[in-house]
């Protein structure tokens, strides 16, 4: 029984060395991923707090729309340009 216990022991650890490379790229990738959300979230959050609103607070939806779409493509190419 302790023998097989180590050998699926080594086994594992085997496995796990062979993927910690990709573990280590994967966290590099989800940081710039989440850096890019963040970008896009403020960009939306300040686009929306100067969206004009007229009585009764209704809003123009293709305008809406237009400055939605603008403040998404402005946090990607912010994200895009800062590396």
Request: glycine content about 4%.
């Amino acid at each position: 029984m302790e023998l097989l216990l180590q050998r699926q022991k080594l086994k594992v650890a085997s496995i796990l060395k062979e993927q910690m490379g990709y573990l280590e790229e994967w966290s590099l990738m989800d940081r710039d991923h989440s850096v890019s959300l963040l970008g896009a979230i403020e960009a939306l959050k300040a686009s929306t707090l100067r969206f004009p609103v007229i009585e009764k607070a209704v809003v123009d939806i293709l305008d809406l729309k237009h400055i939605v779409s603008l403040a998404v493509v402005h946090g990607m190419a912010s994200s895009i340009f800062s590396r």
